[in-house]
């Protein structure tokens, strides 16, 4: 579809059009994390940066620390929540650092999964994020230690390898690939790429990532309610607790039936 003219769609039809996009590609980047996570093996890659620009990187080197990725949840315009265990340095430390880093724009402690070493941290990784969705590959494990990230990619066997790392090297020119394996697909495992339900929406994947990984399911002490989860999302509070309950179901669902 193609217009004569330069503002040949109105708004809505733009809207309309945008929308078609996403869910088109949406669909093919379903069915390619599907072979990753049913296919028989992978390719997996290790890559190793020291810029500045990647999450965690800064903090690692000034505070001679390590951070290691439990999960992450992609939010919406590039960025995303980690949580992350960290070892060597204090949280207070690492809260009056990170106000001054511009990689990351919010931190807390979940206390009740790690006292103050477990932290949940809303990061800028526009481009990180970009590249892993658009070469078809998923993150299996991601640490940032005194001032090196190392970050250990999945492509699935038939995917374009060369694709993910030119793309990372085109952000981080400086990023090292270390390693280029095939490995059993099982041994992939992924901080997001549980076999879920492939009709949970992306929102809904939200919910139950942050939720879980935040300490909203913990017992008797929670540590974070569905209103904190809320603001660390950008919806509602009761959006918040639709989509959760929805995920929920949807993943029982996938079990008992």
Known sequence: MYATESEGFDDRLQSLLSDVGRTVGDGIHGLTLRRLVHGDSVREIILRTADEEFPFVAASADLDCRFDLDTYVPLDEGSALCYVALDGATYDAFESYADADPTITDSRPI????????????????????????????????????????????????????????????????????????????????????????????????????????GYFDWPSRGSTGEELATRLGISPQTFHQHLRTAQRKVLQSILE
Not at 187 to 214: C, W, Y
Request: glycine share 8%; no cysteine; hydrophobic share 40%.
């Open 111 to 214: 206390t009740t999964h790690g006292g103050d070493r477990y932290l949940e941290t809303k990061v800028k990784t526009k481009t990180v994020g970009t590249l892993v969705y658009e070469s078809g590959a998923r993150i299996t494990e991601a640490s940032v230690a005194h001032g090196m990230a190392e970050l250990v990619l999945a492509v699935a066997i038939d995917g374009d390898v060369r694709t993910a790392v030119s793309g990372f090297r085109t952000h981080f020119p400086d990023a090292e690939l270390v390693a280029k394996r095939q490995v059993e697909s099982s041994s992939a495992t992924s901080p997001t790429g549980h076999d879920l339900p492939p009709n949970l929406t992306e929102r809904q994947k939200q919910a139950l990532f942050a939720a879980f990984n935040a």
